[in-house]
Nanobody, 128 residues
Framework: VQLQASGGGLVQAGGSLRLSCVASGRTLISYVVGWFRQAPGKEREFVAASSWGRWTAGSTFYADSVKGRFTVSRDNAANTVHLQMNSLKPEDTAVYYC???????????????????WGQGTLVTVSS
């Protein structure tokens, strides 16, 4: 499985961006997708994660710092998961990564070590 993250860029505070994570090499049916970010000089941190099963929508968790501003969604036809980011703040500046667990888990993990596949990252810069 290969993951390709895209959609990053430069945006002013208060603006929006939508990140996309496209999976290739495997049709996503039951899986968990996590979003993580790493700001300069800081450790990688959890942003959001969603789980989907063949017959169930699963759960979505958000970090407290993004709750109410970020939303995870999926496009099955495109084998893609999106991260809609609204009301962006300068402290959201980071490289954003998507990651995949190719099986269904009721409560999607927030630890990056739980994820099997990683995208290359996309840079989000929020100016004040």
């Amino acid at each position: 499985v290969q993951l390709q993250a895209s959609g990053g860029g430069l945006v002013q505070a208060g603006g929006s961006l939508r990140l996309s994570c496209v999976a290739s090499g495997r049709t996503l049916i039951s899986y968990v997708v996590g979003w993580f970010r790493q700001a300069p000089g800081k450790e990688r941190e959890f942003v959001a994660a969603s789980s989907w099963g063949r017959w169930t929508a699963g759960s979505t968790f958000y970090a407290d710092s993004v709750k109410g501003r970020f939303t995870v969604s999926r496009d099955n036809a495109a084998n893609t998961v999106h991260l809609q980011m609204n009301s962006l703040k300068p402290e959201d500046t980071a490289v954003y990564y998507c990651a995949l667990i190719p099986r269904y888990i009721v409560a999607p993990p927030q630890e990056d070590t739980e994820y099997d596949y990683w995208g290359q990252g996309t840079l989000v810069t929020v100016s004040s």
